[in-house]
Every structure is written in C-alpha cells, then in structure tokens.
Nanobody, 120 residues
Framework: QVQLVESGGGLVQAGGSLRLSCAAS????????MGWFRQAPGKEREFVAR????????WYADSVKGRFTISRDNAKNTVYLQMNSLKPDDTAVYYC?????????????WGQGTQVTVSS
C-alpha cells in the first residue's frame, strides 16, 4: 500500500514562495509518475503539475506555468513543488498523487493534502 505524506503548506503573502514536499512509502516510487493537484473552497479538484518517473518530463497547468516547478528525488522517494510569485487564487488544499492520469483528475494514490493560503 502506497502512502503519500505532504508537508510545507502554510500562510504566505502574495508574491511570496513556498515549497511543498511529498514523501512516498510502500511502493516503487522511482517507477511511477507523480503529480500535484489542488482544490480551492467550493471548486473541483484540478491538475497543477506532473513529472515523469525519471524526472525528465514535466507538465503544468497554464495557470501555474512559469511560477511553479515540480521536481523529484528518487533516492529520497520525495516529490517537490516549488511555488513562486504566489497569488491569492493559488489558495487551496494541495494534494500529492502517484501515477496520475494525463488530462483527468485521476490517480492511483492520493495524499491527505496540505493547506496553502495566500493573503493579498
């Protein structure tokens, strides 16, 4: 059973930065793609970023492109989301996902989520 534990969320002012981490256990981390999704209050969960198993390919939602960077350290079984130039619209619960589908909010495993709040 794969377990994903996110950390690094918090309260930040607009224009600031945060780095989220997701530690994976119980599976073959280095063989699966990983992703980040988010869900704002009253809205559906949406795709944020995805990284291939090797880390050589990344994908981003248009809303975060140029501001967020997804990366992974397979030796540490950890995936990261560096978030810069944060905006109030980035406020959401951020979820780590293992083996996420492309083009759909579907994944084999989900973390419990970490809250990110951006104040104006």
């Amino acid at each position: 059973q794969v377990q994903l534990v996110e950390s690094g969320g918090g309260l930040v002012q607009a224009g600031g930065s945060l780095r989220l981490s997701c530690a994976a256990s119980g599976g073959t981390f280095s063989y699966v793609a990983m992703g980040w999704f988010r869900q704002a209050p009253g809205k559906e969960r949406e795709f944020v970023a995805r990284i291939s198993a090797s880390g050589s390919s990344t994908w981003y939602a248009d809303s975060v492109k140029g501001r967020f960077t997804i990366s992974r350290d397979n030796a540490k079984n950890t995936v990261y989301l560096q978030m810069n130039s944060l905006k109030p619209d980035d406020t959401a619960v951020y979820y780590c996902a293992a083996d996420p589908s492309i083009g759909a909010v579907v994944a084999a495993y989900w973390g419990q989520g970490t809250q990110v709040t951006v104040s104006s």
